[in-house]
Nanobody
């Protein structure tokens, strides 16, 4: 089992920045990739960014490319999402997720943290 706990959400004005953190515990040695997803009110969950746990290779949704940065500190079992130039359309609940080795989907999820961007 892997446990994920997010923190760092809040209310920010458009153009501002926030940094989300996700602390992993449990069987962290089994993690292959970590990712952030988000879900806005009335919409489905969408992919934001992911990072390969051991290599640091990352990828982003087009909507956040150039504004968000995903990073990890493996020694601390923590992944971050630095969000700059925030827009009202970034308002959502942000979820941290982990995909373990040999899994083809994200199999562990955090409880989510609310990010609200005011115009």
């Amino acid at each position: 089992q892997v446990q994920l706990v997010e923190s760092g959400g809040g209310l920010v004005q458009a153009g501002g920045s926030l940094r989300l953190s996700c602390a992993a515990s449990g069987r962290t040695f089994s993690i292959y990739t970590m990712a952030w997803f988000r879900q806005a009110p009335g919409k489905g969950r969408e992919f934001v960014a992911q990072i390969v746990w051991k290599h640091g290779t990352n990828s982003y949704a087009d909507s956040v490319k150039g504004r968000f940065t995903i990073s990890s500190v493996n020694a601390q079992n923590t992944v971050y999402l630095q969000m700059n130039s925030l827009k009202p359309e970034d308002t959502a609940v942000y979820y941290c997720a982990a995909r373990t080795i040999n899994m083809d989907k994200y199999d562990y999820w955090g409880q989510g943290t609310q990010v609200t961007v005011s115009s």
